[in-house]
């Protein structure tokens, strides 16, 4: 695992998220739907939407708008299709990026895609071209004051595959995907409530910007964010611990 500075910036990621959390319902809303026509209404026996559930809760959606959601998957007709897709490129810096996106139209979606990548100087790859960099993983944060050594113990009982102590005394587990939310119930019942508690995609092998290469790359994702049509985007970018000081 590549240590603390993957957990900075998760951090600072999450607080520019923050800021955007009218578009991030809209995602949400979105997901919850295609999980719920794909595998049904029963999040007891759909693993996508039981995550979809869980993320939504999570960001503070209310389970009525939720509900109402997985009501419409359920029953949705034509108009609610959509192509799940994953673009891959480079941004500034030899920076590998990944995008998924949920669309009723892949024209219009590659070519927003395509648009960002060129305005903010990347370039839009071939499928396989940076994939394989990546893996699924779960990520579960808590804040600093946790008994680490209690915490520990249940987390390794429970499964999990790493852990990070950070400078700030913050602490954070990493999981396989397909344990995270069996792993995150069993630390909740256990007392330990995480900050951060989420599906992403993480890189073996990392570049560390510098504060203009920071700049760039953080420019461009928050462009890609932006389309209505992107639902997660995932790099293998390192910003270090004092260029994220000056990006605060």
Not at 1 to 18: F, P, T, V, Y
Not at 96 to 113: F, P, S, W
Request: glycine content about 10%; aromatic content about 6%; some cysteine.
């Amino acid at each position: 695992m590549a240590g603390h500075s993957k957990w900075a910036n998760i951090k600072h990621r999450k607080a520019a998220q923050d800021a955007k959390r009218g578009k991030i319902f809209t995602k949400l809303i979105r997901e919850l739907v295609v999980a719920a026509k794909a595998g049904g209404p029963n999040a007891d026996d759909n693993s996508r939407l039981r995550a979809a559930v869980d993320k939504a809760l999570g960001a503070n959606m209310k389970r009525d708008t939720v509900d109402k959601a997985i009501a419409r998957g359920a029953g949705a007709g034509e108009g609610e299709n959509y192509d799940e897709l994953t673009y891959e490129g480079y941004a500034p810096g030899g920076v590998a990026v990944l995008v998924e996106c949920m669309t009723d139209n892949r024209n219009r979606t590659v070519g927003e895609v395509r648009h960002v990548f060129s305005k903010r100087g990347g370039n839009l790859g071939t499928d396989g071209s940076v994939a394989y960099l990546f893996r699924r993983v779960g990520q579960i944060s808590f804040p600093s004051g946790v008994d680490e050594d209690a915490l520990l113990e249940v987390a390794l009982d429970a499964g999990v595959e790493d852990v990070v102590s950070d400078t700030d005394g913050t602490v954070a587990l990493e999981t396989r995907f397909e344990d995270f939310l069996d792993i995150k119930e069993s630390l909740i019942e256990a007392g330990f409530e995480p900050t951060t508690a989420e599906v992403t995609m993480v890189a073996g092998v990392e570049v560390s910007l510098d504060l203009v290469g920071a700049e760039k790359l953080l420019s461009m994702i928050d462009s890609l964010e932006d389309l209505d049509d992107v639902q997660n985007v995932y790099t293998n970018a390192s910003i270090p611990p004092d260029v994220l000081d000056q990006l605060a």
